[in-house]
């Protein structure tokens, strides 16, 4: 069974500051990966999302995440970060071909002041 | 068009009771996924119904059943409530796997927030 990893559980940032979030997987084939985000009394949404081609994959609201599949990592990137991206992030996975039910990661909660 | 709904949006329970959560799939979608979300960790599968039948299941015990019906809504139903049920419940929708439009993407409601007590 795939697992995720997210290393920073807190991230606190001045706006205009650079985000970047830590997201692992363990599964030893090919993969779908995603990034989902969800903001104070909102429902979870899909930010990004990688099944194949260029490992630079760019999202919504500035968002991108690079795919090393030779270190099993999606990372999250955002060059400069407001106020309005305080929320908490969740990266998951499925094996491709497979039943389209993510695995997620337990999340990170990113609090942007102004 | 309507997004994922989810009822009731909180309630309050005891241990030992029963539990029935609702929800109704985005306009279009047939398939739907039942996660908890316990508090400062990330959505757990319970399970999947599509057709009306459940076609997939997460390590939840027996306690965890469910139901979809003919109009693709689905209830969640929980028995013999534990403490540790606490949680947030999230419901998921999508178009049926291999159909064009299913591109991976879950469509989530709120969640119902369970506290048991």
């Known amino acids: 069974a795939q697992s995720v990893s997210q290393h920073n559980h807190h991230v606190i940032l001045s706006e205009a500051a650079s985000l970047e979030l830590g997201c692992n997987y363990s599964?030893?084939?090919?993969?779908?990966l995603f990034w989902y985000v969800q903001y104070p009394g909102q429902h979870l949404q899909l930010l990004l999302k990688?099944?194949?081609?260029?490992?630079l994959v760019k999202g919504i609201k500035g968002f991108e995440a690079e795919f090393i599949k030779s270190k099993f990592s999606f990372n999250l990137r955002k060059p400069s970060v407001q106020w309005s991206d305080t929320a908490e992030y969740f990266c998951a996975v499925t094996p491709s071909g497979g039943s389209y039910i993510p695995t997620f990661g337990r999340g990170t909660s990113l609090i942007v002041h102004p | 068009d309507a997004g994922v709904t989810q009822s009731p949006t909180h309630l309050i329970k005891t241990r030992g009771q029963q539990v029935t959560l609702r929800c109704s799939p985005k306009?279009?979608?047939?398939?739907v996924s039942w996660y908890q979300q316990a508090l400062g960790q990330g959505p757990q599968f319970i399970f999947q119904y599509y057709e009306e039948e459940e076609r997939q299941r997460g390590n939840f015990p027996d306690r965890f059943s469910g139901h979809q019906f003919p109009n693709y809504s689905s209830e969640l139903n929980v028995n013999a409530l534990l403490l540790g049920d606490s949680a947030l419940y999230l419901c998921?929708?999508?178009?049926?796997?291999?159909?064009?439009?299913?591109?991976?993407?879950?469509?989530f409601g709120e969640g119902s927030r369970l506290t048991v007590l």
């Open positions: 990688y099944f194949s081609g260029d490992p």
């Open positions: 599964y030893g084939g090919t993969v779908n």
């Open positions: 998921a929708s999508s178009p049926k796997m291999g159909r064009v439009a299913n591109t991976g993407e879950l469509f």
């Open positions: 306009s279009g979608h047939d398939t």
